[in-house]
């Protein structure tokens, strides 16, 4: 056992290592299809899946391996999606829309359980709810009257955890109680990943990897893509890029906030110390601005550990000790093991706090998941199939909002580092003030 982040740290995704080899996936690039989905994530694949189940003839490239983005990154948490309260929905668009809004958010946390129910994944899927934790009392006090509100108002089921009995679900003091979301899920995202790809290929669609897109041209009946592998035309154009969105589309990009998330995971551990840490095997988050998000591995053999850890972007043998820092001062049970992986993906945000899908001349999107991606990113992407097959249950509350941007914004969030700065040193201020009290 080591005393920190071990020498031979793992930069890659620690799901990949469960995984077998990638199926097979095309060299060459079909010169046209119908429906061309640009991007291989949960909302790429299931956009394909639907479509090519409906009869289209699909075809998906991604600009690196498929799947290389966040959906095999993440930290295979399953949550209602939707960050903004019904209260701040209502002052914007209206009672009726705003329950339709948040609305959405439940309907593609079931959805996800039913499909990977539905298609048999193997990919370690569990209803085991999510502990969100308070940093300070003040904001337990807020959790508690919000969780109350949401049950009485929305019917989410949840209960209150009083810090005396904050070890029933993490063993940590560093939290003043917390509230726990029971429809909550986790998942093992690289598997997850992994059946979408399986069940994309069974059902006719063609995935070529290593295929950036470089133009886009409007044609009398469609598209035609100019590619790193060549040209292909097609009647439908699905962008499913999320956080890793570039030029091929500046009005979308100048609507995506691209932000890097970190996480570790420990050395293996021994069995009573995991269930000391975490006895109902919940997922788990606090209520920093600057969020953290943790959980047990699938296995229940390592503690997996999230976060931002620094203004500016940074690389993962830099991320790792920092979050190991972190993590120990929430866990300290954890400081005489050492990491075996640390990683980094990249989540979209928006200005808005909200998912968006539709159309901008013709072409199909939805991105912006606000770090809460794993439900609504594959839900929005089976929409977006179903648009394409013409089907009126296609249509989302989430279809036609306002998609803001900012004055002199081109996809680089150049106010990022100041105010990542400003919410870490708030945290961190308010922590310290609450144990000390």
Excluded at 42 to 49: E, F, P
Excluded at 67 to 91: E, F, V
Excluded at 309 to 322: K, L
């Amino acid at each position: 056992m080591g005393q920190s982040p071990a020498p031979t740290l793992h930069t890659h995704a620690y799901w990949l290592d469960q995984l077998g080899p990638p199926p097979a996936t095309e060299q060459s690039l079909p010169t046209r299809c119908d429906v061309l989905v640009v991007g291989s994530g949960y909302t790429g694949l299931s956009a394909a899946i639907e479509a090519a189940r409906g009869g289209r003839e699909v075809v998906v490239i991604d600009a690196g391996v498929i799947g290389h983005g966040c959906s095999t990154r993440n930290g295979g948490q399953i949550s209602t999606s939707i960050k903004p309260s019904l209260a701040k929905l209502t002052a914007r668009f209206g009672a009726e829309r705003a329950r339709a809004i948040r609305g959405e958010g439940e309907k593609a946390l079931q959805w996800i359980g039913d499909f990977i129910e539905g298609e048999g994944f193997d990919c370690d899927f569990r209803r085991v709810g999510r502990f969100h934790a308070a940093h300070t009392p003040e904001h337990y006090e807020t959790l508690v009257r919000d969780a109350e509100t949401m049950r009485r108002d929305e019917g989410i089921d949840s209960f209150v955890v009083p810090r005396a009995e904050q070890h029933s679900e993490m063993a940590t003091d560093a939290y003043f109680g917390g509230v726990v979301f029971t429809r909550h899920c986790s998942v093992h995202p690289g598997k997850l990943h992994r059946g979408y790809v399986q069940t994309a290929q069974n059902a006719g669609a063609t995935l070529v990897g290593q295929c950036a897109a470089t133009g886009i041209e409007k044609t009398a009946t469609g598209f035609r893509l100019t590619t790193q592998r060549g040209q292909i035309t097609c009647r439908d154009l699905v962008l499913a890029t999320n956080g890793y969105t570039g030029n091929l589309v500046p009005w979308l990009q100048r609507r995506v906030i691209p932000i890097g998330s970190y996480i570790i995971a420990t050395e293996e551990l021994p069995t009573a110390l995991v269930d000391e840490l975490f006895p109902k095997d919940r997922i788990a988050s606090d209520t920093c601005k600057v969020i953290y998000y943790y959980r047990a591995s699938p296995d229940r053999k390592r503690i997996l550990f999230g976060g931002r850890v620094s203004a500016s972007e940074t690389d993962a043998a830099v991320s790792g000790p920092r979050l190991y820092h972190d993590m120990c001062r929430i866990f300290p049970q954890l400081r005489s093991y050492g990491l075996s992986h640390s990683w980094t993906g990249t989540v979209a945000y928006s200005f808005d706090e909200l998912a968006h899908t539709g159309q901008r001349d013709g072409i199909h999107y939805a991105m912006n998941y606000c770090g809460s991606g794993v439900s609504m990113a594959g839900y929005l992407g089976m929409r977006i199939g179903q648009k394409i097959l013409g089907k009126p249950e296609g249509q989302t509350a989430l279809d036609g909002l306002p998609n803001p941007t900012r004055p002199f914004y081109r996809g680089k969030p150049w106010f990022l580092p100041a105010a990542v700065s400003y919410y870490r040193w708030l945290d961190a201020r308010q922590w310290k003030r609450a144990l000390a009290a």
